[in-house]
């Protein structure tokens, strides 16, 4: 039996004080509607809808064409929002109706609710028992242990309000019973919208069965409509990727002051220290050491790396490679294996061949240095001559004195040895010794009468400025 997702997300979400969409605000790294993209695409659906509205060009722009886009121009309640949908809906399947802001809600759960709804040939709905059901649609079962009733807060007893189960609302329904439904939904009620709840009512008083699926998880149902509860879905979240990491043989110092987001892999046996952030699509390897106070994003990251107290954007660091403390690597750069990078280093898009150090006070940018070069503290490629970038080139088993000025575009062969203090301008051959710094002139008794001189001239600077 074919499978459909319907994904709802017309409505704005006003209590967010946005001029963004509710489902493309991001929990840990990825918009809300892409986490529930990615979960119903990990079932394979045989088609996924989702529901837009105002602001629809930001959802397109966040999930592109994975999806089919269904207009609901006017905002007439949830059942009005799946009425779209039913003109593209296929007799034998399955479809499943949620919303696009609950990032929670896991594969697994969907699973489950489809796999009752197949084996009971009943309508199913998402429930979890809670421990504060305040807010929520409280669901009354028969003596069956079915749905008798949703009855929402406003309008449930006392006695009722005392129950913990609560309706998700999230549905899945033998699609020929979801169609006869929504072809009977009226707006006559007090909210004059077309409910899907109205539908459960309908196939409930036709004879049709009503099936809570209880989440494994109370947090699996959560969804956003402001900030407050955008920050509670965040730290769940992030309290679930940290757990999986730990159960995957990572070791985490202090997941209450580390923050991984949703496409981050770590290899086992690395340790992760306070205040790191692992953002987008990073990669780490086994046995690295990462932090205190790192971040690192959309980075591929080797085996037995350590990173401490350092930025490393969008680059690659091979094996055994050392990172900092305090250093910068910049988008497009390519760290060779056993490279160190020291404290107060720069490096911007640029190769350093294995073995090279660059241990402090450095900028690198837009070259390409060999193996087991040394570079020295203070040295700079100069890159940039007020209109365009140039590159720099250093060959194998360079030595590269401190406070040198490499000035762009120039080449320095395998094996050459460039003097502390020299500003160079033209390529230097292989094992060639360039200096290229003015010789020192050094006066005998100089500086004291120089000192008196300027003692003199503050002086009278000073009697001047008095008058």
């Not at 509710?22 to 979960?39: F, L, R, S, T």
């Not at 994003?297 to 350092?310: W, Y």
């Not at 404290?343 to 087991?372: C, M, P, W």
């Not at 200096?435 to 000073?462: D, F, M, V």
Request: glycine content about 10%.
């Amino acid at each position: 039996m074919k499978k459909i997702g319907v994904i709802l997300a017309a409505g704005l979400g006003k209590r967010m004080n946005s001029k963004y969409h509710k489902v493309v605000h991001h929990v840990c790294g990825k918009p809300m509607i892409a986490h529930i993209v990615d979960q119903m695409q990990h079932i394979g659906f045989d088609r996924l809808f989702v529901v837009v509205g105002r602001l629809e060009e930001q959802v397109r722009d966040v999930l592109q064409d994975r999806v089919t886009y269904v207009q609901q121009s006017e905002q007439l309640g949830t059942g009005h929002a799946v009425q779209q949908v039913a003109p593209h809906l296929e007799k034998d399947s399955v479809t499943v109706v949620l919303y696009g802001d609950c990032p929670l809600l896991r594969h697994e759960e969907i699973e489950r609710l489809i796999d009752e709804t197949v084996a009971a040939q009943a309508t199913t709905v998402l429930t979890a028992v809670v421990d504060n059901p305040y807010a929520y649609g409280r669901i009354i079962r028969d003596a069956e242990g079915n749905v008798a009733r949703i009855i929402e807060e406003k309008d449930a007893t006392d006695e009722e309000k005392k129950l913990r189960e609560v309706n998700s609302g999230i549905y899945a329904f033998h699609t020929p019973d979801l169609l006869e439904a929504l072809g009977k939904l009226t707006a006559d009620n007090a909210q004059g919208e077309y409910l899907l709840t109205d539908c459960i009512e309908h196939i409930r008083a036709n004879h049709g069965i009503v099936r809570p699926v209880v989440s494994a998880d109370p947090d699996d149902i959560a969804n956003v409509n402001d900030r407050i509860q955008l920050a509670a879905v965040e730290a769940r979240m992030r309290w679930r990727l940290l757990t999986k990491h730990m159960q995957n043989g990572v070791t985490i110092i202090d997941p209450s002051n580390t923050y991984i987001e949703a496409d981050v892999t770590i290899g086992r046996d690395t340790i992760v220290h306070p205040g790191c952030t692992l953002e987008g699509g990073t990669t780490l390897g086994e046995d690295c050491v990462i932090g205190p106070h790192t971040r690192v994003i959309d980075a591929i990251v080797g085996d037995a790396v350590h990173i401490t107290s350092s930025v490393v954007l969008q680059s690659e660091i091979g094996n055994f490679a050392s990172i900092g403390p305090f250093s910068y690597i910049r988008p497009g750069s390519r760290i060779g294996a056993e490279v160190k990078i020291g404290d107060f280093v720069e490096i911007k898009n640029s190769i350093l061949g294995a073995g090279t150090k660059v241990s402090h006070l450095a900028y690198v940018g837009d070259s390409e240095i060999g193996q087991r070069v040394n570079v020295g503290c203070g040295v700079v490629t100069v890159n940039y001559d007020g209109f365009q970038k140039h590159k720099t080139w250093i060959g194998d088993d360079s030595f590269i004195g401190s406070n040198v000025n490499l000035i762009a575009p120039v080449t320095i062969g395998d094996g050459a040895y460039v003097a502390t203090g020299s500003t160079i301008t033209e390529d230097v051959v292989h094992d060639s010794f360039a200096i290229a710094r003015q010789r020192q002139t050094t006066k005998i008794g100089y500086a004291k009468g120089l000192r008196t001189k300027l003692a003199q001239k503050h002086s009278n600077e000073a009697t001047e400025n008095g008058r």
